[in-house]
């Protein structure tokens, strides 16, 4: 036990002597990828133990009165994270398989935590008979896309709605001067509100970081320094809230939220809109837990905001009737197949067709990027004769758009997109 624990201290103290800064970026990325991968090993290793010293009543040798409290007091570090670890791995206990993975590197800490949050009684038994199935979905998923994976996992253990009724009463909100006088704002909403409230925001946010962009280019100042995104955060929800003269949109501009919905799932939302006493009693057809859109191809049984987070469709019938709907048909790999004729002009239509068929992601693998942050884009260039239709079309993220046109092309530069 003693020259494991010396071996790895050893093998730590050599990873720390690497000189990062000397290294080319593409090794420093390795570097950290492998990091990341033995912190997460070892996160499931602290788990497994802390639960095991805890059977052990190891804290009879010090006299604490917990695990935690006993190996606090010798190492300094807060109970409360050692006893989150206990409960982690005293959770797993029941499920086997997620042990595996965690300590085999491929589930790391947040996802066995966000597992562990599904696990409510209503869910406990399937949820240890899906525990192989929602391996394969981290394994092969960014985190994003993992945590819209659970999101439907879950509403397929909820079909009557219970959920929409609980996240309305959740709402709550407040505002307090802390002592240094700083003024502290937290809101929560229900998922379709708070997407507004988000899409406004993050949209405000990109304006103000190409506003930074522009600054910067121009500055011939060295002190010049742009705002952190945290920082165009708070303006945006500043300028949002006091009315800037941005804030308010203009009348008949684009709605707030878009969302994606099956045709088999919108049918049903518009009868229930239109005959509120009778079906809207029953249960939700278009939830069948063994046919949910979880693959990031799957059309059939969607109901999700267009960065691809699902809702459940009583809380999307609520918006409905305050809604413009559009049809876009979607082929089995989510192809597009016909983009209906509602919307007038073309570039906004391809540009909500991409978002939709792509579940409002950015098309360079495993990025993050808000929906606001996305902008069409030809995959072949139009400078070069590439032309302006789904097919050719992308969806990239301000600064993979930039980064792409700096890779590609770099002289001449490609002329701005007219779409
Ligand atoms: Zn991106």
Redesign the pocket.
């Known amino acids: 036990m003693l020259s494991a624990l010396s071996s790895l201290d050893v093998s730590i103290d050599e990873a720390a002597q690497v000189p990062t800064l000397t290294l080319a970026p593409r090794q420093l990325h390795h570097y950290l990828v492998g990091l990341q991968s033995i912190r997460s090993r070892l996160d499931a290793l602290l788990c497994s133990v802390t639960a095991d010293a805890d059977r052990a009543a190891v804290q009879t040798t010090t006299g604490h009165r917990s695990t935690a409290s006993s190996i606090g007091a010798s190492t300094n570090a807060d109970p409360g994270l050692i006893s989150a670890d206990r409960v982690l791995g005293r959770w797993l206990d029941e499920f086997p398989l997620f042990a595996d993975a965690f300590a085999a590197g491929i589930l790391t800490r947040r996802h066995v935590h966000a597992l562990k949050k599904i696990d409510i009684p209503r869910t406990h038994l399937d949820l240890i008979e899906a525990q192989q199935y929602l391996i394969d979905a981290a394994a092969g998923c960014t985190w994003r896309d993992f945590a819209h994976v659970l999101r439907y996992w879950l509403l397929g253990a909820d079909p009557d709605g219970d959920e929409p009724a609980e996240h309305k009463r959740g709402r709550r909100g407040s505002i307090r001067t802390l002592a240094d006088g700083m003024v502290k704002q937290v809101n929560y909403f229900d998922p379709l509100t708070g997407a507004a409230v988000k899409n406004a925001v993050d949209t405000r946010a990109k304006a103000f970081w190409r506003a930074d962009l522009d600054a910067a280019a121009r500055a011939t100042d060295d002190e010049f320094t742009a705002r952190t995104h945290a920082q165009r955060m708070a303006d945006a929800s500043a300028e949002l809230q006091i009315g800037g003269h941005h804030a308010t949109a203009p009348p008949g501009s684009p709605p707030l939220i878009h969302i994606v919905m099956s045709e088999e799932v919108a049918e049903d939302a518009l009868t229930r809109l239109a005959d509120p006493d009778g079906v809207a009693a029953g249960r939700y057809p278009s939830i069948d837990p063994d046919r949910l859109p979880l693959d990031a191809h799957d059309v059939d049984g969607r109901c999700e905001l267009i960065d691809g987070t699902p809702i459940h469709p009583a809380e999307a019938v609520a918006f409905l009737s305050r809604a413009t709907l559009r049809r876009l048909i979607l082929g089995p790999d989510c192809e597009v197949l016909d983009l209906g004729r509602a919307v007038r002009g073309f570039p906004r239509r391809l540009h909500q067709a991409l978002l939709a068929s792509g579940r409002g992601r950015?098309a360079?693998d495993g990025?993050d990027?808000p929906v606001s942050w996305l902008e069409a884009d030809h995959v072949f260039p139009w400078a070069k004769g590439g032309r302006t239709s789904l097919r050719n079309g992308q969806l990239?993220?301000g600064?993979?758009n930039r980064a792409k046109g700096a890779t590609i092309n770099p002289d001449p530069p490609i002329p701005p997109q007219r779409e």
């Open positions: 950015c360079f990025c990027s990239l993220c600064p993979h």
